[in-house]
């Protein structure tokens, strides 16, 4: 059973860009959530998504957009990169209500 | 609002000696608290949860926590370290009727031959 993945890795874009991040979810889980850990800090909650909608948000400006898709997958996008948004970003998947696994983390690097 | 603090950003201890990393809460309603590590180049991996049953908690490889209503604390002990330990720990707290987890801003542990 794959755990939670997400692609790519590694990204590097210019401020300015937009960029979209990718995650499915673990066997059987239908809810995914999104977290930013800058450098050295903990991780802070982005959104969740579930049944395809934005269920819960954090403090994250517009910018920050997500979707999720009948298959339980989830994107991440971001607009108007700017380098303060150079973090890793962690893809969770759950079932309602229950625990949480997380990903490996796309690692963003805004130059 | 809720929220934790770790109270110790780093802890170095030697192979075979006891772990302690302390954590605080804030919440304004019964919480359900969690401890996370995060090895380097890897995604967070649960190590226990509490969720209002029993105040001590036993979690992976070891660990354990008790929860001190009292204290407003949830540290984390393990009897004895090992090398493979050496991670980042995250102290994490959620509400009752959310799945949003709060972070702290976490503990490095080194452990020494």
């Known amino acids: 059973d794959a755990g939670v993945t997400q692609s790519p890795t590694h990204l590097i874009k210019t401020r300015g860009q937009q960029v979209t991040l990718r995650c499915s979810p673990k066997?059987?889980?239908?809810?995914v959530s999104w977290y930013q850990q800058a450098l050295g800090q903990g991780p802070q909650f982005i959104f969740q998504?579930?049944?395809?909608?934005?269920?819960q948000r954090g403090n994250f400006p517009d910018r920050f957009s997500g979707h999720q898709f009948p298959n339980y997958s989830s994107e991440l996008n971001v607009n108007a990169l700017l380098l303060g948004d150079s973090a890793l970003y962690l893809c969770?998947?759950?079932?309602?209500?229950?625990?949480?696994?997380f990903g490996q983390g796309t690692r963003l690097t805004v130059v | 609002a809720q929220s934790v603090t770790q109270l110790d950003s780093h802890v170095s201890v030697s192979e075979g000696t006891p772990v302690l990393l302390r954590c605080n809460y804030s919440?304004?309603?019964?919480?359900?608290l969690f401890w996370y590590v995060q090895h380097p180049n890897k995604g967070l991996q649960l190590l226990l949860k509490?969720?209002?049953?029993?105040?001590l908690v036993k979690g992976i490889n070891g660990f354990e926590a008790e929860f001190k209503k009292s204290e407003t604390s949830f540290h984390l002990t393990k009897p004895s370290a090992h090398m493979s330990d050496a991670a980042e720990y995250f102290c994490?707290?959620?509400?009752?009727?959310?799945?949003?987890?709060?972070f702290g801003t976490g503990t490095r542990l080194q452990v020494f031959p």
């Open positions: 969770a998947s759950s079932l309602v209500k229950r625990d949480a696994f």
């Open positions: 066997s059987g889980h239908d809810t």
């Open positions: 998504y579930y049944e395809e909608e934005e269920r």
């Open positions: 919440s304004s309603y019964s919480p359900s």
């Open positions: 509490y969720t209002s049953a029993a105040t």
């Open positions: 994490v707290v959620s509400g009752p009727d959310t799945d949003k987890l709060i």
